[in-house]
């Protein structure tokens, strides 16, 4: 595990997937209380068993076919970012052995092929299906849905670009959430998953207090779970 450690009761925790892991952030009551990484996100989860809610940037809740309404609620949210949006495959084509046979199973089963990119992710969305049926604080954000709810404005700047960057950082700081110009071990991480991290947290802090919402009317999966993406 590796971060800085909690300087007060953190409440919210957000994570985000990279490539070498998870990277998560923590707000309590006085905005940032820390920014940690780590290989599987169990052990994230197992760090802060106190906090009362944890929004995951990764889908939560895999169709059997066709696509989720959550993810084209919140395309048609984004506007002009609507491409940052990560259009969940079926569960068949993310338990295909190989990128092709899950491509061809994704048009057979939504009309649509599937990209090298999103099959890439299949393991961290398998992950999170091991671990969020047995946390009930566990629930689905998308950090620019929340950057959007933020600023109740579309983005104009990608989140790859400076100018991009510092609209993120600016509306996290009127947010109260200012992070601090080291993170510790966390320091190795990409920007912009610590930055999405914090926009998760913004969105599990206001699950804290009842005014989250979801992008859509929530439907129901294959094993009973309520899905959609909360901000």
């Known amino acids: 595990m590796n971060g800085l450690a909690s300087t007060g009761s953190a409440v919210a925790l957000g994570v985000d997937a990279y490539k070498a892991g998870w990277v998560a952030v923590t707000i309590g009551d006085r905005g940032f209380e820390t920014a940690f990484a780590a290989s599987r996100l169990e052990a994230i989860v197992a760090q802060f068993p106190d906090v009362v809610a944890i929004g995951v940037d990764i889908p939560i809740g895999l169709p059997e076919r066709g696509r989720r309404r959550c993810d ?17 495959p079926p569960r068949a084509a993310l338990l295909a052995p190989t990128h092709a046979a899950a491509s061809a199973i994704c048009v057979q089963l939504t009309g649509n092929g599937l990209s090298q990119q999103a099959y890439a992710l299949r393991t961290k ?63 190795a991480v990409s920007p912009i998953d610590l930055i999405d991290a914090a926009a998760a947290a913004w969105s599990a802090r206001r699950q804290t207090g009842g005014q989250a919402m979801p992008v859509s009317e929530p439907e129901i999966d294959s094993v009973g779970r309520l899905v959609s993406i909360w901000y």
């Not at 084209?72 to 969940?88: D, I, Q």
Request: aromatic share 6%; proline share 6%.
């Open 125 to 187: 969305i398998l992950e999170v299906e091991q671990v969020a049926p047995g946390d009930p604080r566990i629930f689905e954000v998308h950090p620019e849905v929340s950057f959007r709810a933020m600023a109740d404005r579309h983005l104009l700047s990608a989140k790859g670009t400076w100018a991009g960057m510092w609209d993120r950082l600016d509306l996290l700081n009127r947010q109260g959430i200012v992070l601090p110009r080291s993170l510790g071990a966390a320091d």
């Open 72 to 88: 084209l609620a919140a395309a048609a949210m984004l506007g002009p970012r609507r491409s940052s949006v990560f259009l969940t």
